[in-house]
């Protein structure tokens, strides 16, 4: 679906980025959570066709991302409290669990090459950790911890060499990059704050939210902290993803900000030099962290 967008809805004030748009239209699905029935996984394709619900577990699914083929997508499914990570196969609609780990997870993503999933993992001090394993769930093990601080929410670099996350305590992130030999993470850029999950496209731009409650925008910045864009102004928008070819963005807003309406935020789409705004959701219900694959 592709509507006129009204006051209501973000608009972009960012700066023009050294990348070439075209005249293309966005191509590829988008997988992100609903609120049907509590969180489920939804996908729908770029255009805003083909909407499907996913999943239809008793207690929900939510952080869903898509294999680099677009075969395959892995999500968090909570099933007897904790939560695990599942595998749905697109070629015959069977969902498996890769994890049995009886632990809070999150964030699954695989990585360019196909052969591992790189997660979150609250350990029994109740600090998330990072954690990788291999494609099909064996031998997952602690990539990165902090004492004292959480790392959560992993996303690889494009050429897989580097994870890209997000590190702090409660609202007070920084974005640290870390090569994926577990050592030494440097911090991206010391003025930004972010809460949310974070991207990193084949341009070598990364994309984040930061903001106060209810107040996020989504920006974009160079690997090397650079180049600050803010990308949206206002409706609590958040949890950015790049489309696989780097040339659009999708994020979540909300269309009723002045009373803080959490069942208001929908999906939307938009060049990564801040044009062609589209809305591609409209429900009753939250949609959010929305991730773009093939």
Not at 9 to 21: E, N, R
Not at 28 to 34: L, M
Not at 62 to 84: I, K, R, W
Not at 181 to 192: E, L
Request: net charge negative; with cysteine.
């Amino acid at each position: 679906m592709r509507e006129t967008i009204d006051p209501t809805t973000p608009v972009s004030t960012g700066t023009a980025i050294d990348i070439v748009i075209t005249s293309g239209e966005p191509t590829g699905k988008i997988v992100y959570t609903c609120q049907i029935k509590g969180d489920e996984v939804c996908m729908i394709k770029a255009d805003g066709s083909g909407w499907q619900q996913l999943t239809d577990l008793p207690s929900g699914s939510s952080y869903a991302s898509l294999s680099p083929d677009g075969q395959f997508v892995v999500l968090v499914g909570q099933e007897t409290g904790n939560t695990e990570i599942h595998e749905m196969d697109f070629s015959n609609g069977k969902t498996k669990a890769l994890t049995h780990l009886d632990m809070a997870l999150g964030s699954p993503e695989i990585s360019p090459d196909n052969k591992f999933i790189a997660f979150t993992y609250r350990a029994s001090n109740n600090i998330a950790q990072l954690r990788i394993m291999n494609r099909d769930g064996s031998d997952p093990h602690e990539f990165y911890s902090s004492s004292s601080q959480e790392a959560h929410n992993p996303t690889w670099s494009p050429d897989g060499t580097q994870i890209l996350f997000a590190m702090g305590r409660g609202e007070n992130n920084k974005l640290y990059l870390i090569g994926f030999d577990g050592r030494d993470p440097q911090v991206v850029n010391t003025s930004i704050d972010t809460r949310g999950r974070s991207d990193w496209s084949i341009s070598n731009l990364i994309t984040f939210d930061m903001g106060g409650p209810f107040q996020h925008d989504v920006y974009t910045m160079n690997t090397d902290g650079s180049n600050l864009n803010k990308f949206s102004d206002g409706n609590n928008s958040q949890g950015a993803s790049f489309s696989p070819d780097g040339k659009w963005i999708a994020f979540t807003a909300c269309t009723d900000v002045a009373n803080k309406n959490q069942a208001s935020c929908e999906i939307y789409i938009m060049r990564v030099d801040g044009s062609d705004l589209r809305r591609i959701t409209e429900n009753n219900y939250c949609d959010y962290q929305p991730r773009w694959g093939e």
